[in-house]
């Protein structure tokens, strides 16, 4: 059984920053590719950004790069995103997910395991 806890949400002022964290279950955490995504009320659930085992490479939607970090501590079994300047429009709940494989994708449907989220609130 595989389970995803976020934590780091909060209340933040524009251009204010928050360190979300997921730590999974599971011993293979290493193996498999795990994503970011949020989801505002009224909208479908939106990719944020991704990281594939091996190498870690990352991807990025275009409405966060350079702002936002993905990284992951395969030591501890945790994924992180780290959120700079951030914007009323990033108000949303986060969700960390994990797929069954190793190459990154922005498609949720391609992840199957999903933490309960966190809710992130940007303040204008």
């Known amino acids: 059984q595989v389970q995803l806890v976020e934590s780091g949400g909060g209340l933040v002022q524009a251009g204010g920053s928050l360190r979300l964290s997921c730590a999974a279950s599971?011993?293979?955490?290493?193996?498999?590719?795990m994503g970011w995504f949020r989801q505002a009320p009224g909208k479908e659930r939106e990719f944020v950004a991704a990281?594939?085992?091996?190498?870690?490479?990352?991807r990025y939607a275009d409405s966060v790069k350079g702002r936002f970090t993905i990284s992951r501590d395969n030591a501890k079994n945790t994924l992180y995103l780290q959120m700079n300047s951030l914007k009323p429009e990033d108000t949303a709940v986060y969700y960390c997910?994990?797929?069954?494989?190793?190459?990154?994708?922005?498609?949720?449907?391609?992840?199957?395991?999903w933490g309960q989220g966190t809710q992130v609130t940007v303040s204008s």
């Open positions: 997910a994990r797929r069954s494989v190793g190459l990154v994708i922005t498609t949720p449907n391609e992840y199957d395991y």
């Open positions: 599971g011993r293979t955490f290493s193996s498999y590719a």
């Open positions: 990281v594939s085992s091996g190498c870690g490479s990352t």
